[in-house]
């Protein structure tokens, strides 16, 4: 089967500008997340989304990221404006259920300069 | 709320060693345990999960791991460690369903000849 697809890979902005990530998951995957990772730490959730509905949010710094997941298949996250501190890998994940673990993208690095 | 915990930042093994790597949890029911391994610029590959039953779990690439519920613990253990393991690890645990999993900070595993 198809991985979920990620772009783009790489992106470097400067501060206060603006991007965005699009994402793709495996087909009939649900339940889809953004997850972010600064180096040298794990991935920390930034929003899920069950369909085209968000599930939990909570920790998605709304004032700058957005996100949304039309017809509950691609995903895009926004940012806008970008901070030096939003230099990390997003990551997009599917899943159908938690007891089936995620399937990862590559993933988009980001660097705010 | 889950927290893992990765006592080991950064592990150096000689290749065809044994190698474990720790990893702690925090939460009150029965967790849903994961580990995952991220190659450089890679997204992540999950490796093996548990959730019940057994709790010595087998994984891909020769990799295995063991549920301990009185010591919190999830370790992940391989007999003879290969050069192309040199990665990061991530343990993660979920609550099931669809709750997102939170994971711990990884371990970077260096294999030396």
């Known amino acids: 089967e198809a991985g979920v697809a990620q772009s783009p890979r790489y992106k470097i902005i400067e501060k206060r500008q603006s991007v965005a990530f699009w994402c793709n998951p495996i087909s009939g995957h649900a339940t889809l997340y953004w997850y972010q990772q600064i180096l040298g730490q794990g991935p920390k959730l930034l929003i899920q989304?069950?369909?085209?509905?968000?599930?939990?949010d909570s920790q998605l710094p709304k004032d700058r990221f957005s996100a949304e997941r039309l017809k509950g298949v691609d995903s895009t996250l926004k940012i806008q404006p970008a901070k030096l501190e939003d230099s990390a890998v997003y990551l997009c994940?599917?899943?159908?259920?938690?007891?089936?673990?995620?399937?990862f993208g590559s993933g988009t690095r980001l660097t705010v300069v | 709320a889950q927290s893992v915990t990765q006592p080991d930042i950064h592990i150096t093994v000689s290749e065809g060693a044994s190698l474990e790597l720790r990893c702690n949890y925090s939460y009150g029911a029965t967790p849903y345990l994961f580990w995952y391994v991220q190659s450089p610029g890679q997204g992540l590959q999950l490796l093996l999960k548990?959730?019940?039953?057994?709790?010595l779990v087998q994984g891909i690439k020769g990799f295995e791991a063991e549920f301990k519920r009185s010591q919190s613990s999830f370790n992940l253990r391989k007999p003879s460690v290969h050069w192309s393991d040199a990665a990061e690890y991530f343990c993660a645990v979920g609550e099931g369903g669809n709750t997102p999993l939170v994971f711990g900070k990884g371990t970077r595993l260096s294999v030396i000849a």
């Open positions: 548990y959730f019940s039953g057994d709790t």
């Open positions: 989304f069950q369909n085209n509905g968000v599930v939990d």
């Open positions: 994940a599917s899943s159908l259920g938690t007891g089936d673990g995620y399937t």
